[in-house]
């Protein structure tokens, strides 16, 4: 299997682990030196348990059913170094009664150690008008 599709295949499950609420299974592939940009709070968090807290965070603000997907995924790889990058969305019912339908842009990186690779940066983000200020969360492209 090439280092692509080795990649591919951690970001698919991890997909797949997060439509099933399934905590260990999406933090499975994280580094503990992980370095995450997100679309909310701080400007990063650092390190594994800081990653899993906020997941744990998102994911506790659907109490029922909701739908996740990562859409136009690409992969680039080297022999130690790979990355990829996405549009995700999600949309679903709030703990709090409010819907959301969301997209954002994602980008995945790895660092192949010991033979596994392990997901060392992400960075979410969603762009803005400039004039409001305002994010625009549902932008197809």
Known sequence: MSNQDQIEQI???QEQAV?????????????TDIVS?????????????ACRERL?????????SFSYAIEKLSVVASDELGFGYSFNHVKGALAN?????MRWRSTVCFSKR????LITHEHSSVPFDAESGQALIKLDE
């Open 11 to 13: 970001i698919r499950g």
């Open 19 to 31: 439509q099933q609420k399934n905590i260990d299974g999406a933090m499975a592939s994280y580094s």
């Open 37 to 49: 940009f997100d679309v909310v709070n701080t400007l990063q968090k650092v390190g594994r348990q």
């Open 56 to 64: 744990e965070s998102w994911l506790s603000q659907f109490p029922s």
């Open 97 to 101: 009664g409010d819907e959301i339908d």
């Open 114 to 117: 010991n033979g596994n690779w």
